[in-house]
């Protein structure tokens, strides 16, 4: 069902949702790709979460602008065109009756089908593959008082030059590794430090401190350009609050008034103890209205205000 940032309750609906492979629709069930396409193979490709909201799809040209760029950066031509792109995700949607609230879709591109297991890109025999699946899945709603567990993990967040934490790419072992070692701590999420010992981001969301009526994140070179993130930042600064983009250690965590991650599917969640040592034991001012502030956000872009 989920942990921490990403619990839901199971829905029944799911087990019949149809998924868009490469333009078609299939039944969960028959929905497949060939043991020899790249994602599978390699973890070769690129991805997004996205959330629907009032049967609009949040922010999605800047989900779109992350998605391509990745691509681009890894020489892998994802075949059609934004607008294309576009057209299969409502369609799905669409089949699945799916225009309200309450739906998640994973987005997934890869390189496509290789004619043997093998890195080369040269030999990839056909299109990408372009995987859309939706799901009847929100966040459940103690997830934005709830006050998280993270512990942080030996599993550093690397250099640009071993695989740029930036792009959003399949291959999470690194981060599966920390979810792991947080978990076996009995945390709800990792927390990963940067080559340099600074505090990065966690494994599935980002991660912000509040001290002194101020809002410090990482500097954000060793962690993903995350959609919500930037948009906190983003609202942060619109509404006159200090934000600052930063190398912090976990001694400031430690001393810090408030904290909370962000991600895609839940949005703000605050958190309320870091290895041990207590933030607080309920949601900080500054958390809830960062949190009404991106709500009415996500309100105005999905109605086009």
């Known amino acids: 069902m989920g942990k921490g940032t ?15 492979v490469n333009g078609e629709h299939f039944a969960r069930p ?5 043991v020899f396409d ?29 998605l391509y760029r990745g691509a681009k950066a890894i020489a892998m031509d994802i075949g059609i065109s934004q607008e294309q792109m576009i057209d299969r995700l409502y369609a799905v949607l669409g089949a699945n009756g799916m225009d309200g609230d309450g739906v998640h879709i994973r987005l997934m591109v890869t390189r496509g089908i290789r004619s043997t297991p093998y890195q080369d890109p040269r030999v990839v025999i056909s299109t ?6 939706p799901e009847w899945k929100d966040p459940v709603p103690e ?32 981060c599966i590794t920390a979810c792991i070692q947080a ?14 010992g600074f505090v990065a981001t966690c494994n599935s969301t980002h991660f912000f401190i509040v001290k002194n009526g ?36 976990l001694i400031d ?6 904290a909370f991650t962000t991600g895609t599917f839940a949005g703000l969640a605050p958190v309320g103890a870091v290895d041990g040592r207590e933030i607080g034991t309920e949601r900080g001012p500054m958390v809830e209205r960062l949190q009404k502030l991106y709500l009415e956000r996500l309100h105005s872009d999905v109605s086009g205000a």
């Open 30 to 34: 028959d929905a497949k790709v060939s």
């Open 38 to 66: 790249s994602g599978f193979m390699l973890g070769d490709g690129v991805w997004e979460g996205l959330r629907v909201h009032e049967g609009r799809i949040a922010f999605l040209s800047r989900h779109l602008e992350r």
């Open 6 to 20: 990403h619990s839901y309750a199971a829905d029944a609906r799911n087990d019949s949702v149809i998924i868009d």
């Open 253 to 258: 965590v430690y001393g810090a008034n408030e």
């Open 128 to 133: 990408a593959t372009i995987v859309i699946i």
């Open 143 to 174: 997830t934005a008082t709830n006050m998280l567990n993270l512990f942080t993990v030996h599993v550093r967040r690397g250099y640009p030059d071993v695989q740029d934490p930036k792009l959003n790419s399949h291959s999470k072992l690194n």
């Open 183 to 196: 978990t076996q701590a009995g945390a709800d999420e990792a927390l990963m430090l940067d080559p340099h």
């Open 214 to 249: 101020e809002v410090w994140t990482s500097s954000g070179d060793y962690c993903l350009d995350g959609i919500t993130r930037g948009m906190v930042i983003e609202i942060a600064r619109d509404a006159g609050i200090p934000v600052f983009e930063r190398n912090f250690s």
